[in-house]
């Protein structure tokens, strides 16, 4: 196992564990097509997240576990600022899929590649830009 | 910022790590080359259906202007003007913006495969990241029809 294995896949983690917590958030403030939307998501970290977990107990590397509470930076206490806090999660994951892609090879490499794509895609489904190198 | 903030080291586009071999490399550079000809036809692509329909000007240029971004990350210092034959671009607007969203999403495809076969993990990396940033345009275009 290699250390810069060890170290992508632990912040991509990382960066679900958060983007799972902030979707609680996100959800709360949200209805109808846009809370279904925001299950959606929730459930493709959710899955994203187990997956890592099971890759770096498989490398006999530490499992990091979930921080109780993350800072949002504002309070999320609107659609508005429940879709704002969507964009940036999905954003900030891209360039950590990114990492995990480049430290591995053949199907794993592309399946990271591919995961960090739906994230791209749902910022912008979420209404955020598009962006030459999303993250 | 969520907890765990990262800082996204961009592209280095020509460093090669010390363990690949001057085979690796040429490989490399050949799918470099190769990722940037694409790039520069989708530019090719936009910069015909904007001269065909002005009025798409101000929602393509951002997309045209990232795949020149992607194309300098890819072979830095060439010229951002393509030289390639641009597509035939149809004659409705709305029919022109479905013709760049099928080359975007054959181009977000294509480049998930070329991140599967480059060497150096700066490059895999890059790749991954343009591969994201070209599904985004896919979903932006179909999200503006």
Redesign the interface.
């Known amino acids: 196992m290699s250390e810069q294995e060890i170290s992508a896949l632990t912040a991509a983690l990382e960066g679900e564990y958060a983007a799972t917590y902030a979707y609680g958030l996100i959800g709360a403030q949200l209805t109808g097509a846009q809370l279904l939307r925001a299950h959606s998501a929730l459930d493709s970290h959710r899955q994203h997240r187990d997956s890592l977990r099971q890759d770096l107990a498989a490398l006999g590397a530490l499992v990091p576990e979930p921080a109780a509470v993350y800072d949002t930076g504002v309070p999320i206490n609107s659609a508005a600022t429940a879709v704002s806090l969507a964009i940036e999660v999905e954003r900030q994951l891209v360039p950590r899929w990114a990492d995990v892609a480049s430290s591995q090879s053949g199907a794993n490499r592309t399946g990271a590649a591919k995961n960090g794509q739906e994230c791209a895609v749902r910022a912008v489904v979420w209404g955020g830009a598009p962006q030459a190198f999303p993250g | ?6 800082a ?1 080291p ?2 280095v586009a020509t460093a090669c790590s010390s363990s690949e071999s001057e085979e690796q490399q040429d490989s490399d550079d050949q799918l470099r080359e190769d990722v940037a000809a694409q790039e520069a036809r989708l530019i090719a692509a936009y910069d015909a259906t904007i001269l065909k329909f002005p009025a798409l000007t101000a929602q393509l240029t ?2 045209r ?2 795949h020149a ?2 194309k300098q ?1 890819l072979v830095p210092g060439e010229s951002a003007t393509p030289t390639v034959t641009a597509p035939d671009v149809p004659g409705t607007a709305t029919a022109a913006v479905r013709a760049l969203r099928r080359l975007e999403k054959s181009a ?1 495809g294509d ?3 070329s ?2 076969k480059a060497n150096a ?2 490059l ?2 890059s ?7 070209e ?6 275009l179909k ?1 503006s029809q």
């Open positions: 910022m969520l907890g765990v903030a990262v996204s961009l592209l951002p997309f202007d990232q971004e992607h990350a977000a480049r998930i495969e991140c599967g993990p700066e895999a990396r790749l991954s990241l343009i591969a994201a940033s599904a985004q345009h896919n979903a932006a999200g």
